[in-house]
């Protein structure tokens, strides 16, 4: 059984470790970057199994119109199992219907936010990080 708690404190090593086992690109060598990064993050959605940490969500809300969810990650042996949906249907329970929820696909992922619920958008633009 898989179990979801909200805003849990997480081990920045066990999010490394699902990072790499999920296939999403984050800077996972630097392990006091992903610490800041969800020590920042006020929206944090995880999903367990066994006590162990096998997806994440992470994002950034102001809980009244826009929240941006910047990670979200499950360890390849749990994928296609709904966990990522899941998140997603929490972060969008925990920010409300008046709040729009958005993000950056990475290019590998482009095929799987329309088939749950995401549509594409034109008008976005983006200043790329340095490092």
Not at 42 to 59: F, M
């Amino acid at each position: 059984m898989i179990e979801y708690r909200q805003n849990q404190p997480l081990d920045p090593a066990e999010v490394v470790r699902v990072f790499d086992t999920s296939g999403i690109d984050r800077p996972t060598t630097d392990l006091p970057r992903i610490a800041q990064m969800f020590d920042n993050a006020n929206l944090v959605v995880s999903a367990w199994s066994d006590g162990r940490l096998i997806g994440v969500g992470r994002a950034l809300t102001d809980y009244a119109y826009c929240c941006y969810l910047s990670d979200l990650a499950v360890d390849a042996a749990y994928q296609n199992q709904g966990v990522g949906q899941e998140i997603i249907r929490r972060i969008q329970h925990a920010i409300g219907e008046g709040v729009s929820l958005i993000l950056l696909s990475a290019p590998s992922a482009m095929a799987y936010y329309p088939r749950v619920g995401f549509a594409r958008a034109d008008n976005a633009y983006v200043i790329r990080r340095k490092r």
